[in-house]
Antibody, heavy 120, light 110 residues
Framework: EVQLVESGGGLAQPGRSLRLSCAAS????????MHWVRQAPGKGLEWISG????????SYADSVKGRFIISRDNAKNSLYLQMNSLRAEDTALYYC??????????????WGKGTTVTVS | QSALTQPASVSGSPGQSITISCTGA?????????VSWYQQLPGKAPKLMIY???KRPSGVSDRFSGSKSGNTASLTISGLQAEDEADYYC??????????FGGGTKLTVL
């Protein structure tokens, strides 16, 4: 069974940093692109970052570009999101999502349950 | 990276069909076949319902179908059931090598 488990969320002060992790299992992790998507309380989904299977391509939404860094460790079947210079508007539930293929243009086909980040 | 435009809400009676529209631009929906739709039940993670405009993942009911014309994509749910009541989001790959979501549509089954 494909499974994605996010961790690392919590309470952070504005301007501070947090690092989210996503542990993947049940599939060949290094065959697929991965994404981070967030959802502010009571709001819709917002794609924030994606990374190709080999880390050659990373992409970010304008709202987090220059502050967040996506990375992956294929040996550890893990995806990461380094979140710097946090702002109140970064408060959200952060989902890790598996791509449907190896490049970022593939859809997100499996999602984790999310980890909550609160900036206050 | 403007969000795609979806109606805030739609409703229908059991057995009826409904269609949710998703309007973007030539730089996203109009330029690619990488359009997907997600269902989100209250308190749950999103679930992929349609990918690549009109393809259904294994296990998704054939009552769900997707299409695209120009800069607008559509999700149609036929034979509406109470269990279909949820929020639905469209998403498209963009020319900026990013993804963009719609604002979401709340489906109410009357």
């Amino acid at each position: 069974e494909v499974q994605l488990v996010e961790s690392g969320g919590g309470l952070a002060q504005p301007g501070r940093s947090l690092r989210l992790s996503c542990a993947a299992s049940g599939f060949t992790f290094d065959d697929y692109a991965m994404h981070w998507v967030r959802q502010a309380p009571g709001k819709g989904l917002e794609w924030i970052s994606g990374i190709s299977w080999n880390s050659a391509i990373t992409s970010y939404a304008d709202s987090v570009k220059g502050r967040f860094i996506i990375s992956r460790d294929n040996a550890k079947n893990s995806l990461y999101l380094q979140m710097n210079s946090l702002r109140a508007e970064d408060t959200a539930l952060y989902y890790c999502a598996k791509g449907g293929g190896n490049w970022i243009y593939f859809y997100m086909d499996v999602w984790g349950k999310g980890t909550t980040v609160t900036v206050s | 990276q403007s969000a795609l435009t979806q109606p805030a809400s739609v409703s229908g009676s059991p057995g009826q069909s409904i269609t949710i529209s998703c309007t973007g631009a030539s730089s996203d929906i109009g330029g690619y076949t990488f359009v997907s739709w997600y269902q989100q039940l209250p308190g749950k993670a999103p679930k992929l319902m349609i990918y690549d405009v009109g393809k259904r993942p294994s296990g998704v009911s054939d009552r769900f179908s997707g299409s695209k014309s120009g800069n607008t994509a559509s999700l149609t749910i036929s034979g509406l059931q109470a269990e279909d009541e949820a929020d639905y989001y469209c998403s498209s790959f963009t020319s900026s090598v990013t993804w963009v979501f719609g604002g979401g549509t709340k489906l109410t089954v009357l």
